[in-house]
């Protein structure tokens, strides 16, 4: 019942995170605030120019280059409005499972192994083209490989990409 989750974060603890990734204070994400957000997800390392603004574009619908508040609000929440069903921890206990080297990332192959647990815990299909177009959406920064940290907000339904 993946339909059954939600995020973990209320609309205060986005706001913040909207704020974090607002450095210049000036009330919305641009693309350098977004890439520089996203660069501190992935331990600094790089990420392209074109997989950041692919990114950025699914959040930015207007098409005006800057992410406003409630853009950013829909994005995150587009896919929620539901109950969770499965505790952080367990979610961090299946990511750590799945991380066979320890190095903070799931390959997308220990990935299709977590999202069948998940599935099977949540007694849902765990069909081949749902798996597909989750991987797709999950990792988000495109750098071919998911953290804790895209894996728990997808999982907890919220990402900053669209529903699975």
């Known amino acids: 019942m993946m339909d059954a989750l939600t995020t973990n974060f209320t609309e205060e603890e986005l706001k913040e995170i909207f704020e974090k990734m607002d450095w210049d204070k000036n009330g919305y994400i641009t693309p350098i605030e977004f890439k520089s957000y996203l660069a501190s997800l992935k331990k600094g390392e790089e990420m392209s120019a074109e997989e950041v603004y692919d990114a950025f574009d699914q959040i930015d619908t207007d098409g005006s280059k800057q992410i406003q508040w409630d853009e950013f609000l829909e994005a ?83 990402t900053l990409v669209d529903e699975v």
């Open 76 to 158: 995150m929440t587009s896919m929620g409005r539901r109950k969770s069903v499965m505790s952080e921890g367990e979610i961090t206990k299946i990511f750590r499972t799945a991380d066979v080297d320890c190095d903070g990332y799931i390959s997308f192959k220990e990935a299709r192994r977590a999202y069948k647990k998940v599935c099977k815990l949540l007694k849902k299909d765990n069909e081949e083209e749902a798996i597909h177009k989750w991987l797709e959406t999950v990792d988000f920064d495109h750098d071919g490989r998911i953290s804790l940290e895209e894996f728990m907000l997808s999982i907890a339904g919220n």
